[in-house]
């Protein structure tokens, strides 16, 4: 294993998502709580996996440790080779914006921003060099038509398009969605996690995905399920 740079990285050799032997305690004292018992998930690029499990069972600590928004206590956590527990705290933020992408409940979307602009707005936090077409990537979604929509436009299975095309600006080798479907109905549903799939495939993501929606889990290549903070697949 080659060592780096503490600002750039330790590698270790694993493309996509690599977890091994995740523990994550939150809370103090008695009111402290196992989120993450021993979890271990590799999940490759071009693959959707489904996380499914009851409320509590520890599904947002596996995405926060995943995305780097959260350490945790011991294990390792590593993204397209490079083990996140190395980088500085300005490096992890710069990793995080260059590298993984989130899609969040209803597009979590900016609402004085066109969907165009949306995208427009990461291109330029990211400090992408080149020309960028936002229209071309919505395009890819079904939502070249909306480009000059603002979100109070949009229908939420709209605004959930919009937030996969953002989150694939910065063509991240890890895509993280939290339950993309709560707020839509079955059809849209179907038809968002369905985009998902087809995405995850043809830009090559690592892509892990929070559901209680079973209806949607034959879009993806694996499911693992989720309990007290232990995962099996």
């Known amino acids: 294993m080659s060592t780096q740079t503490q600002n750039s990285g330790a590698k270790v050799g694993t493309r996509g998502l690599l977890i091994e032997k995740a523990n994550l305690a939150l809370g103090d004292g008695e009111s402290t709580v196992q989120a993450l018992d021993n979890v271990s998930l590799s999940v490759e690029p071009g693959e959707l996996v489904?996380?499914?499990?009851?409320?509590?069972?520890?599904?947002?600590?596996?995405?926060?440790?995943?995305?780097?928004?959260?350490?945790?206590?011991?294990?390792?956590?590593s993204v397209n080779g490079t083990d996140l527990s190395t980088l500085s705290k300005a490096a992890?933020?710069?990793?995080?914006?260059?590298?993984?992408?989130?899609?969040?409940?209803?597009?979590?979307?900016?609402p004085a921003?066109?969907?165009?602009?949306?995208?427009?707005?990461?291109?330029?936090?990211?400090?992408?060099?080149?020309?960028?077409?936002?229209?071309?990537?919505?395009?890819?979604?079904?939502?070249?038509?909306?480009?000059?929509?603002?979100?109070?436009q949009l229908s939420g299975g709209e605004r959930q398009r919009v937030g996969i095309a953002r989150a694939l600006v910065t063509k991240p080798t890890l895509l993280l969605v939290d339950e993309p479907t709560a707020a839509l109905d079955r059809k849209r549903s179907q038809d968002v996690v369905e985009l998902l799939a087809r995405e995850t495939h043809e830009f090559g993501v690592a892509t892990v995905m929070v559901t209680h929606d079973h209806d949607v889990l034959h879009h993806c290549d694996r499911v693992a399920e989720m309990v007290d903070g232990r995962l099996a697949s």
Do not use: C, W, Y
Not at 92 to 110: D, P
């Open 50 to 77: 489904a996380v499914v499990g009851p409320s509590g069972a520890g599904k947002s600590s596996l995405l926060a440790v995943a995305g780097a928004l959260t350490t945790p206590d011991t294990g390792l956590v």
């Open 92 to 110: 992890t933020a710069r990793f995080r914006l260059e590298n993984i992408g989130f899609v969040f409940q209803s597009g979590n979307l900016i």
């Open 113 to 152: 921003l066109t969907a165009s602009e949306q995208l427009e707005l990461i291109h330029r936090m990211a400090k992408i060099k080149g020309k960028f077409n936002a229209r071309h990537l919505l395009d890819a979604v079904g939502m070249g038509h909306k480009a000059n929509s603002r979100p109070d």
